[in-house]
């Protein structure tokens, strides 16, 4: 199996339970690990054989746009269900970061896992 990272990735929604969070756009930072198995991308140098991940970077961009969650949870869960369908991930990692939420911490959010990485080479 071989792993698609796209590291710190930083988009801006609503998120919060608080109802001043409600009336204003804050910055999450994601990291993502993408199960697929990139050797027949290599071994034709044919980007539409693996995940394209400039492709699924805007695609985040325009769910954190298009979406507003009270909770951090709600967003990674509904992302990776995104992703997972529209790109046929068969298995992610997804971190949500959300800075500044704690003031003592650098920043709070969820790691999740959803998939199964059988069946990836």
């Known amino acids: 199996m071989d792993l698609v990272l796209i590291e710190s990735l930083a988009v801006d ?6 109802d001043w969070e409600r009336t204003i756009t804050q910055r999450l930072t994601l ?4 199960a697929t198995d990139i050797r027949p991308a290599a071994a034709d140098d044919d980007i539409a054989r693996t995940l394209d991940y ?3 970077s805007e695609r ?11 909770l951090v949870e ?37 790691s999740i896992e959803r998939g199964t990485r059988q069946g990836v080479a």
């Open 54 to 56: 400039a492709a699924i």
């Open 13 to 18: 929604t609503v998120i919060g339970v608080y």
């Open 74 to 110: 709600t967003f990674a869960e509904r992302l990776a269900a995104t992703l997972r369908k529209e790109f046929g991930i068969a298995w992610l990692r997804l971190v949500v970061r959300k800075p500044g939420a704690v003031p003592a911490a650098a920043a709070v959010g969820v």
């Open 60 to 70: 985040i961009q325009t769910f954190a746009a298009a979406h507003d969650f009270a």
């Open 31 to 34: 990291d993502l690990t993408l």
